[in-house]
C-alpha cells in the first residue's frame, strides 16, 4: 500500500509500528501540529511536557554555546520522537529542539506517553518499551557519530552526511534550506559550505539554487560521503528494518478539526472504531 498523505500518522515509524491495542490507547490523544521553519520546540532545561513525532518536518537538536553559536548534535523526522528524556528519567530537554525543514507532527503530552512506557510496572516487557529504548540507541549513534564526524572530516563530507541524512527523513531529493542554515547547523564559517556545496555541484551531485539545493545523483553522493553517514544508517537499519504501512489504516476513520492550539494552525484528530 503506498501512503499518500505525508502528513498521515502512519508515515512516522513508531506510530505505523504500534500494535492494535496502543493504536486505541493512543489516537484519542494524539494532535496533528504545525511545524513552521525555525520554530523553537524546547530551549535546553525545558520541561518536557509533550513528545512528538514527526511526518514532514525535520527537527535539529542542537546545542548552543555560552557565545550563542549553535551546532547540531542530530536530525529527528519521520523514523523517531522528539523527548526521549521522558523515559530516561531526565524529564528535561538537555538541548534546543528546532524545526529546520517545515511541516507536521503529531503530539502527545508527557504523562500519556509515559502510562504506556510503564504500562507493564516493573517487569517492563512491553513493545512500545523496547521500541523506545531502540530509538534512543540509533539517536545516541547519530549524536556520537556526528560528534566524530565534525572533528575528523572535511566540510564537503560533512555536508554530504547532512544531505543524506536530511534525505532519508524527507523522501524527496530537494531541500529548502539555505547555505548560512547549513553553516550554522555544523558549526563551520559560511563560506566552508559554499565552496563545499560548489565542490558538489562541480561533480553534478547536486544542484544549487537559492533556497534550494537538489540532490541529482544520491549514489554519487554517498559514495563522496565519509563513513559516519553508512555507520548511522546501518545501524538504524539494523534496529529499525523497513515497515510496511499499518494495515489498520483502512479500518480507522479519522475525523480532523481545527482545535487552534499552536498558531491556529494546530490540528486534533478523533479516532472512531467501526
Request: net charge positive; hydrophobic share 40%.
Amino acid at each position: 500500500m503506498t501512503m499518500t498523505n505525508p502528513n498521515s500518522l502512519w508515515q512516522n515509524y513508531l506510530l505505523n509500528a504500534l500494535s492494535s491495542a496502543k493504536y486505541d490507547r493512543f489516537f484519542p490523544h494524539l494532535e496533528l501540529v504545525a511545524m513552521p521553519l525555525g520554530n523553537v520546540l524546547y530551549e535546553s532545561g525545558d520541561e518536557v511536557r509533550y513528545a512528538y513525532f514527526p511526518t514532514s518536518c525535520i527537527v535539529s537538536l542542537v546545542y548552543v554555546m555560552e557565545s550563542g553559536a549553535p551546532s547540531e548534535i542530530a536530525v529527528v523526522g519521520d523514523d523517531g520522537m522528539i523527548g526521549v528524556s521522558l523515559f530516561m528519567g531526565g524529564g528535561t530537554m538537555p538541548n534546543r529542539a528546532v524545526v529546520r525543514s517545515a511541516g507536521y507532527a503529531y503530539r502527545l503530552r508527557a504523562h500519556l506517553l509515559m502510562q504506556e512506557f510503564n504500562r507493564f510496572g516493573g517487569y517492563r516487557n512491553g513493545a512500545l518499551h523496547d521500541m523506545l529504548l531502540r530509538y534512543t540507541q540509533t539517536l545516541l549513534t547519530q549524536i556520537a557519530q556526528t560528534a566524530a564526524c565534525n572533528r575528523h572530516h572535511f566540510v564537503d563530507q560533512q555536508l554530504c552526511r547532512w544531505l543524506l541524512l536530511s534525505l532519508d527523513r524527507l523522501h524527496s531529493n530537494e531541500l529548502t534550506t539555505t547555505q548560512e542554515l547549513i553553516a550554522n547547523m555544523l558549526g563551520v564559517r559560511r563560506e566552508g559550505i559554499t565552496e563545499a556545496a560548489g565542490k558538489l555541484q562541480q561533480a553534478g551531485l547536486i544542484n544549487c539554487r537559492r533556497g534550494h539545493i537538489t540532490v541529482l545523483d544520491r549514489p554519487g553522493l554517498e559514495k563522496r560521503a565519509c563513513e559516519c553517514y553508512r555507520v548511522i544508517k546501518a545501524e538504524s537499519d539494523r534496529l529499525f528494518p523497513p515497515l510496511q504501512l499499518a494495515s489498520l489504516t483502512p479500518h480507522i476513520p479519522i475525523q480532523i478539526q481545527k482545535s487552534g492550539l499552536i498558531n491556529n494552525e494546530s490540528l486534533h484528530i478523533r479516532h472512531q472504531r467501526r
